[in-house]
């Protein structure tokens, strides 16, 4: 059983259409991520928060969005995606501490997203 | 920077036979190595880590591997493969004082078939 949870497992949507995904973790971890993985590739790394405040972006098209309303959860909304977008999402949660990260992450199960 | 190399994008083996997956990394300082194994339709889960100490690193499923600094290597091995262990496996690194980042380089993965 993971200890991140992801929600949906499956989404498809338009690319008009509004969605968020959820990832939630109760390990009092304080970093957080969001991966995107495409099929045969490993995970791309999206976005890190650090203490509910986001830290990394790399460079990720505006049209997603993260969110971090607390030390728990992490969403990702997302609008007017594009079929490239189509991808496992993954999200993964450490600790948070300032000794260079030698713990580590732990990935939740995914969403899969199409894009209509 | 650092980086990541996994030689053999497909390993087979037959069940019963050693398991031998490569993974040599750069970095500038000794870096922190994991592994992590991710089966179909799943998140990555974390099979074992070095960070400092001994450099065998037993893990999870009967895996473990060895940190040789002067070979920048991290090889994963496992006596005797099972079926249950055809997965995609992905070598990951972070350098130890990369407090801002936080995050992993992964491999490119390597698919491990195990035939009957």
């Known amino acids: 059983d993971t200890e991140v949870t992801q929600t949906p497992k499956h989404l498809v949507m338009g690319m008009t259409n509004k969605k968020s995904l959820k990832c939630e973790q109760h390990?009092?971890?304080?970093?957080m991520y969001w991966y995107k993985q495409k099929a045969k590739k490993p995970p791309e790394l999206m976005f890190v928060?650090?203490?509910?405040?986001?830290?990394i972006n790399e460079s990720v098209p505006s049209r997603f969005s993260p969110e971090c309303p607390n030390s728990s959860l992490l969403n990702l909304h997302l609008h007017a995606l594009q079929p490239e977008d189509s991808a496992l999402y993954l999200c993964?949660?450490?600790?948070?501490?300032?000794?260079?990260?030698?713990?580590?992450?732990?990935f939740g199960d995914g969403t899969r997203l199409s894009i209509l | 920077a650092q980086s990541v190399t996994q030689l053999g994008s497909h390993v087979s083996v037959s069940e019963g036979a050693l398991v031998l997956l490569r993974c040599n990394y750069s970095?500038?300082?000794?870096?922190?190595l994991f592994w992590y194994v991710q089966y179909p339709n799943q998140g990555l889960q974390l099979l074992l880590k070095?960070?400092?100490?001994?450099?065998l690193v037993k893990g999870i499923n009967g895996f473990e591997a060895e940190f040789k600094k002067s070979e920048t290597s991290f090889h994963l091995t496992k006596p005797s493969a099972h079926m249950s262990d055809a997965a995609e496996y992905f070598c990951?690194?972070?350098?130890?004082?990369?407090?801002?980042?936080?995050?992993?380089?992964f491999g490119s993965g390597t698919r491990l078939q195990v035939q009957p």
């Open positions: 993964a949660s450490s600790q948070g501490t300032g000794q260079g990260g030698n713990q580590p992450q732990h």
């Open positions: 390990m009092g971890h304080r970093a």
């Open positions: 928060y650090s203490y509910e405040k986001l830290s």
């Open positions: 970095s500038s300082v000794p870096p922190y």
């Open positions: 070095y960070t400092t100490g001994a450099t």
């Open positions: 990951a690194v972070r350098e130890p004082m990369d407090t801002g980042r936080r995050a992993l380089t």
